[in-house]
C-alpha cells in the first residue's frame, strides 16, 4: 500500500511548532527552578538563562513574570487534567472510582512538592484560591467519582472536604515545618478517602 | 451560722474590674460590626460610637486597628476554648470523644458566621495561618478526641483533614459564594466526622 501523501507543513505550522516548543521550554526550565529553589527565584532572567535564551524571549513569550507564573500554573494543571480526563488507569477513565479518587489525591500531592511555591502563591489570592477555574475542574471531577462510586451523603460538600486536605498551602506546612514526609500525607489521604467512600 | 467577713475589694480592684469591663463592651461591639458588615467595617471610630464611648477610649485599650483585630479574635478564641475545655458537655468534658468532636466542629463553624471576616484576615497572614496558637489548640484538642474515640490510624494528618474544611476562608467562599447554609456545612461536616472515626 502506498502511503497517503501528506501535505508538506506550511512555514507558518513550521513557526507556530517552534512557538510550541519555546514555550514549553521556557515553562519546563521555569518549572526546575521553583523545584530546585522556590517560587521566589523565577526571574525573567533565570528562566532565559536557565533555558539557554534571550531574556527578551522570555518578555515576549509571558510579558511579565506573573503572566509567567500563571502560564506556569496552567501547564502543570493542563497535564493534571489530560491525565485524570484522558490518560491511562487508576488515575484516568477504565478503573474502580475509587481508586481513580486515590491516584488523583496521588497525583496533586506530587504536584505539590514540584509546583507547591507557585500554588500556593495562586491560593494565596483571594480571587484564584476558590474561583479559579483549575480548582472547579477537580471539584467536578472528585464529585464525579464520588457518585460515581455509589457514596452517599452530601457529596458536593465531601468534594470539597476532600480537596482542602490537598491545599499547597496546608501541604507544604505540613512537609517544611512539621517535616512530614508527602508519602506519609498521600498515604494518610488515601486512608481518609477510602473512609468517607466506604459507607 | 454568721457570714464570714469578706474584705471590700480595693479601689485598684475595682479600676481593674471596670477596665476589663470596658473591654468586654469594646469588642462586643467590634464583633457586632464585623456581623452586621464585615471585618473591612471595623475601625476604631465605628467601635467607640457603637460602645458610645470616646474614640481615645478604643485607641488607649488597643493601641491600633490592628491590636483591636487581635484581640477580637483571641476573645472569640479563648471563648472557644473554654467551651471546649472546661464548658458544658457536649461540647465539654464529659460526654462521648466523637459527639465532643461533633460539638467542636459546630462551635467553629458558628464562630465562622460571626467572625468570619476577622479569621479570614488572620488565615490570610502566612504566619499565622498554621503557625498561631489558637489553630495549634484546635488542632491539640481535635487529636486528643481522636486518640480517646480508639479511632486508628494517622490520627495527627486525620487532624489535620478534619480542620481543613473549617477553615473561615473556605466556609465564607461555601455560604457568600455558593449559597450554602451553614446548618448544611454543620451536617455535612459531621457526617464526615462520623464517617473518618467508624472505624
Chains 1, 2 share one sequence.
Do not use: Y
Amino acid at each position: 500500500m502506498q502511503p497517503t501523501s501528506v501535505p508538506m507543513a506550511e512555514p507558518v505550522e513550521s513557526e507556530r511548532c517552534d512557538a510550541a516548543r519555546n514555550r514549553a521550554l521556557l515553562l519546563d526550565a521555569a518549572a526546575l527552578l521553583v523545584a530546585e529553589r522556590g517560587a521566589d527565584a523565577v526571574t525573567m532572567d533565570a528562566v532565559a538563562a536557565r533555558a539557554g535564551v534571550g531574556k527578551g524571549t522570555v518578555f515576549r513569550r509571558f510579558g511579565s513574570r506573573s503572566g509567567l507564573m500563571h502560564a506556569l500554573l496552567d501547564h502543570t494543571e493542563s497535564e493534571l487534567q489530560n491525565a485524570f480526563l484522558f490518560g491511562a488507569p487508576p488515575l484516568g477513565p477504565g478503573a474502580d472510582p475509587i481508586d481513580r479518587l486515590v491516584a488523583f489525591g496521588r497525583a496533586r500531592l506530587s504536584m505539590v512538592e514540584v509546583q507547591g511555591d507557585v500554588l500556593r502563591a495562586v491560593e494565596n489570592s483571594p480571587e484564584l484560591r476558590f474561583g479559579g477555574p483549575a480548582r472547579q475542574v477537580s471539584l467536578t471531577h472528585v464529585l464525579t467519582l464520588l457518585r460515581e462510586s455509589g457514596t452517599v451523603g452530601d457529596l458536593p460538600l465531601l468534594a470539597h472536604s476532600l480537596l482542602a486536605p490537598l491545599e499547597a498551602s496546608l501541604v507544604l506546612h505540613q512537609v517544611r515545618d512539621l517535616g512530614m514526609p508527602i508519602e506519609r500525607i498521600a498515604d494518610a489521604w488515601e486512608d481518609l478517602a477510602r473512609r468517607v467512600t466506604s459507607t
